[in-house]
């Protein structure tokens, strides 16, 4: 039974079952935070959001997987309103997922209506580019773009600041999870949303900043934020970090090429 329960979570296993601490100090997110989180299934949307923002980071090939997290943002309050993460390979089967997600959103009465501001990484080539089109015929979509290329860039720096501006929230106890959570897997089987759940928090426990020391006297230290340890995930928890980035800098109208008016 507990084999069935918690699988290779052997962390999880050891720090909830038997009280050992398996958290160390490079633990970007701690651990008392997120069971909070993760106690806070059930929040009600006060009204009708104008916008929810979809992250999307793309699978990069092997294990990876293709993550999407959806927010609102909601009286200084991040609200997980769907997550999705399945291992996809082809046009087919990431089309197949991006549009059961999007749909899934607007079968809910709150988000039917809403602006759905599409976040893609645009690391992997024109992955994003490709996205973009898929989605061009559902109505009140709109994707972001930096400099004419469809998506953000994720850096190194950048990835520095989406986990840093995640993890203020994060500590606030301000990140929760809606009581209609959307978790659209066209191809799982048995719980979905249990599972999709389970690898989430799994993620943000694993999920680490490490600083490698240069083999040159005169270099600088690399800062790495990542969660690929032991042949894990971490593409829910970059996509947390992505969504509430820069829907951040959305609401806050330093999105350049947005076009504001369009939204009013």
Same mark, same amino acid.
């Given at each position: 039974?507990?084999?069935?329960? !918690?699988?290779?979570?052997? @962390?999880?296993?050891?720090?909830?079952?038997?009280?050992?601490? #398996?958290?160390?100090?490079?633990? *970007?997110?701690? +651990?008392? !935070?997120?069971?909070? $989180?993760?106690? +806070?299934?059930?929040?009600?949307?006060?009204?009708?959001?104008? =916008?929810?923002?979809?992250?999307? @980071?793309?699978?990069?090939?092997? +294990?990876?997987? $293709?993550?999407?997290?959806?927010?609102?943002? /909601?009286?200084?309050?991040?609200?997980?309103?769907?997550? @999705?993460?399945?291992?996809?390979?082809?046009?087919?089967?990431?089309?197949?997922?991006?549009?059961?997600?999007?749909?899934?959103?607007?079968?809910?009465?709150?988000?039917?209506?809403?602006?759905?501001?599409?976040?893609?990484?645009?690391?992997?080539?024109? /992955?994003?580019?490709?996205?973009?089109? $898929?989605?061009?015929?559902?109505?009140?979509?709109?994707?972001?773009?930096?400099? +004419?290329?469809?998506?953000?860039?994720?850096?190194?720096?950048?990835?520095?600041? !989406? #986990? $840093?501006?995640?993890?203020?929230?994060?500590?606030?106890?301000?990140?929760?999870?809606?009581?209609?959570?959307?978790?659209?897997?066209? *191809?799982?089987?048995?719980? %979905?949303?249990?599972?999709?759940?389970?690898?989430?928090?799994?993620?943000? =426990?694993?999920?680490?900043?490490?600083?490698?020391?240069?083999?040159?006297?005169?270099?600088?230290?690399? %800062?790495?934020?990542?969660?690929?340890?032991?042949?894990?995930?971490?593409?829910?928890?970059?996509?947390?970090?992505?969504?509430?980035?820069?829907?951040? /800098?959305?609401?806050?109208?330093? %999105?350049? @090429?947005?076009?504001?008016?369009?939204?009013?």
């Amino acid at each position: 039974m507990v084999k069935q329960i !918690y699988g290779d979570q052997v @962390d999880l296993l050891q720090r909830e079952s038997m009280g050992v601490i #398996t958290q160390d100090l490079q633990s *970007v997110f701690k +651990s008392k !935070y997120v069971d909070k $989180m993760f106690n +806070s299934m059930d929040h009600e949307l006060q009204k009708p959001p104008l =916008f929810v923002f979809v992250g999307c @980071d793309p699978n990069g090939g092997g +294990s990876s997987q $293709m993550g999407l997290v959806s927010i609102v943002i /909601e009286f200084n309050k991040i609200i997980v309103v769907g997550i @999705d993460s399945v291992t996809t390979k082809g046009h087919e089967q990431i089309q197949r997922l991006l549009t059961a997600h999007i749909e899934g959103l607007r079968k809910q009465e709150k988000l039917k209506d809403s602006w759905i501001i599409f976040i893609p990484e645009s690391n992997l080539g024109h /992955e994003s580019d490709h996205m973009a089109y $898929m989605l061009k015929n559902y109505r009140k979509v709109w994707t972001i773009s930096e400099k +004419s290329r469809t998506g953000v860039i994720t850096t190194a720096v950048r990835k520095e600041l !989406y #986990t $840093m501006e995640t993890q203020k929230y994060i500590c606030q106890e301000s990140v929760m999870f809606w009581k209609h959570l959307v978790v659209s897997n066209p *191809v799982g089987i048995g719980d %979905v949303k249990a599972r999709a759940l389970s690898d989430f928090k799994k993620q943000l =426990f694993a999920f680490k900043r490490i600083i490698q020391h240069p083999q040159r006297g005169f270099a600088l230290p690399r %800062v790495i934020y990542t969660g690929k340890f032991k042949g894990g995930n971490d593409d829910l928890c970059i996509t947390l970090t992505m969504a509430v980035y820069w829907g951040i /800098e959305f609401i806050t109208h330093r %999105v350049k @090429d947005a076009p504001y008016e369009m939204f009013q």
